[in-house]
C-alpha cells in the first residue's frame, strides 16, 4: 500500500465519517487489513485460474512427457497460494505500522506457511523428477526413491528448524549450534534411515541389487522380483502375489541369492542326482555289452572303450574266466557316458556351458549321479519340463542297464517281503 493511498483513505475517514484525525488510524487499519485480505483472496483465485488453464494448454502442445510431470496439478496449486502469501507479508508491516507489536504475530504466520508450501512445492517436483528419471532407462535399476526420500528428510529438517526458529523468534544458526548436543538422539530418531541411506549407496554402487532383479532372502522369506528399492525398505514381489518388504539394511548385513546373473547368462543350471543302489553295480558281460551296443548314442564310446581294455588285458595277460580281473566296464560307468552323450544330444541343453555327470561319495541312500548341466531356456516353467523330461527318461533308461534308483522302503515292501 502506497503513502498516496493511506492518505486517501485517511481524508474519506476524516472528510465523509467526520473521524476525528487522532482516532482515524484504527479504522484506517481495519480497511486496510479488509482490502489486503480481499485483495490476497483475489489474487489467488486469479492466479489458480489463470496457471490452471494456461500451463496444462502449453504442455499438451510439447511433445515432451516431463513438463507434463512437473507441471502437475499438486504444483500449480501450491504456487497459486505462495503468491498471495507473499503479497500479505509484504504489505502487513506498512498496513500495521500504528499496531507493531501485531506485526511479528502476523508476519510469522504468513512465514510459517510460505516454508510449508514451499515445501509441498520442493516435494511434488521432487516426486515427478523421481518419475521422470524412473521412465528413463540407465535410470530403472537405480534406487531413486531412496535418494529422494533422503533429500525430503534434509527439507523437512531444514523446514522444522525455521518454524521453530520463528516460534521461539531465535536466530537459525542458535537451533543449528544446539543441535550438536541432540546427535545423538538424532541418531536414534533417524537410525533406520541413516543404516537404509548407507545401505542404499553401497547397493546402487556396488551394483548389488536392481528394480527388477529376482532376489531370494531366505531369512525373511521372500523369493521374487524387487519392484521398489527406498530409503528404509526394499518390497519384493513373490511369486505367489503376495509382497515381502524387508529392511534396505539386512542387504548388506544378512545374505541373499540375487538370480540376475542367470537370467543374463546364456543358460540356467540343471543340478540334480540319480541314486543308485549299490548292490546293482555290477561288471558288464559280454552279452551286455552287445546288447549297450544297440544304444545308438554309446555304440562308438562302449567299442572304443573294448579295444583298450581288451588291448591292456591281453599286454598284462589278464585271466578272462573272473570278471574281476584286469579292466573291465561296469553298467554303472557306462550308464554315466550314456547320460553324457544324452546331453550332448538334446536341444535343450546348452552344450557350449558346462555338461558333466559325475559320481559323489556314496551314502545311506546308495551312489548319486549328479547331472550339472544348463539348460537353453531361462524360463521358470519351461525350465522345470526340460529337468522333468530329462529325468523322466533317465528314471526308465536305468534298467536298460541293470540297475535300480533308491527309493526308500515303504510298509507295502516289507508286506512283500
Known amino acids: 500500500m502506497s503513502f498516496d493511498f493511506t492518505n486517501w483513505v485517511d481524508n474519506l475517514l476524516i472528510n465523509s465519517l467526520n473521524i476525528d484525525a487522532d482516532s482515524v488510524y484504527i479504522p484506517r487499519t481495519i480497511i486496510l487489513f479488509s482490502l489486503l485480505i480481499a485483495l490476497c483472496l483475489f489474487v489467488w483465485w486469479l492466479s489458480k485460474k489463470i496457471f490452471n488453464y494456461t500451463i496444462p494448454k502449453v504442455t499438451l502442445k510439447t511433445k515432451t512427457l516431463w513438463d507434463d510431470i512437473i507441471f502437475n496439478k499438486k504444483v500449480i496449486n501450491s504456487v497459486s497460494r505462495l503468491l498471495p502469501a507473499v503479497l500479505f507479508n509484504y504489505y502487513t508491516p506498512i498496513i500495521f505500522a500504528d499496531f507493531s507489536f501485531i506485526v511479528p504475530f502476523l508476519t510469522g504466520i504468513t512465514s510459517i506457511f510460505i516454508i510449508l508450501v514451499a515445501v509441498e512445492i520442493f516435494s511434488s517436483l521432487l516426486n515427478s523428477a523421481t518419475e521422470i528419471l524412473s521412465n528413463i532407462e540407465r535410470f530403472k535399476d537405480k534406487p531413486l526413491y531412496s535418494f529422494s526420500q533422503l533429500a525430503k528428510i534434509i527439507v523437512y529438517s531444514i523446514a ?23 546427535a545423538a538422539i538424532i541418531l536414534l530418531i533417524f537410525k533406520d534411515s541413516i543404516l537404509g541411506f548407507v545401505a542404499s549407496i553401497q547397493l546402487s554402487g556396488n551394483n548389488m541389487v536392481r528394480v527388477g532383479d529376482w532376489v531370494t532372502v531366505s531369512n525373511y522369506g521372500a523369493d521374487g522380483d524387487v519392484i521398489e528399492i527406498n530409503l528404509t525398505t526394499i518390497k519384493v514381489q513373490n511369486f505367489d502375489k503376495t509382497i515381502t518388504t524387508i529392511p534396505t539394511y539386512s542387504f548388506i548385513s544378512d545374505s541373499f541369492t540375487n538370480w540376475r546373473g542367470m537370467e543374463e547368462s546364456d543358460g540356467r543350471r540343471i543340478k540334480r542326482a540319480l541314486n ?39 599286454k598284462n595277460n589278464v585271466d578272462k574266466s ?54 537353453k531356456n531361462k524360463v521358470w516353467t519351461t525350465y522345470e519340463a526340460i529337468m522333468a523330461d530329462i529325468f523322466d527318461h533317465l528314471f526308465a533308461a536305468t534298467k536298460n542297464f541293470e540297475l535300480e534308483i533308491y527309493e526308500r522302503p515303504s510298509g507295502r515292501d516289507f508286506k512283500k517281503n
Not at 522444522?160 to 541432540?182: D, H
Request: neutral net charge; proline residues 4%.
Open 322 to 375: 573272473e570278471l574281476i580281473n584286469g579292466r573291465h566296464l561296469t553298467n554303472i560307468g557306462v550308464f554315466r557316458a550314456y547320460i553324457e552323450q544324452y546331453l550332448k544330444h538334446n536341444p535343450n541343453v546348452n552344450s557350449e556351458m558346462t555338461c558333466m555327470v559325475r559320481q559323489l561319495p556314496p551314502t545311506e541312500y546308495g551312489v548319486p549321479i549328479e547331472i550339472y548341466a544348463f539348460s
Open 276 to 314: 543308485i543302489k549299490i548292490d546293482s553295480i555290477k561288471f558288464c558281460s559280454n552279452e551286455m555289452l552287445e546288447q549297450f551296443k544297440k544304444y545308438h548314442l554309446i555304440t562308438n564310446y562302449i567299442e572304443g572303450k573294448q579295444k583298450v581294455i581288451s588291448s591292456y588285458n591281453e
Open 160 to 182: 522444522g528448524i525455521l518454524i521453530i526458529s520463528i516460534l521461539i523468534n531465535k536466530n537459525p544458526l542458535f537451533l543449528l549450534s544446539g543441535i550438536g548436543a541432540m
